[in-house]
């Protein structure tokens, strides 16, 4: 039963990680290789045009 509940769990954490990874993928890397660094902030709700919230860490630009 607790192999269920740890399996449960990561599959939620997954499923709200993916869409920020899919995106961090697509168009953050160019902003990570641009600025050489990441910013490392509390994570602000998804879309607020901060950066790219993934795992607690900003990119440094902004939604375009």
């Known amino acids: 039963m607790k192999i269920f509940c740890a399996f449960s769990l990561m599959l939620f954490i997954a499923l709200m990680v993916a869409p920020g990874f899919t995106r961090y993928l697509h168009g953050d890397t160019e902003c990570m290789?641009?600025?050489?660094?990441?910013?490392?902030?509390?994570?602000?709700p998804y879309g607020k045009k901060i950066g790219h919230c993934l795992l607690n860490t900003y990119c440094c630009k902004d939604y375009r």
Do not use: D
Request: glycine share 8%; hydrophobic share 35%; aromatic share 0%.
């Open 33 to 44: 290789v641009a600025r050489g660094i990441c910013r490392h902030l509390p994570c602000q």
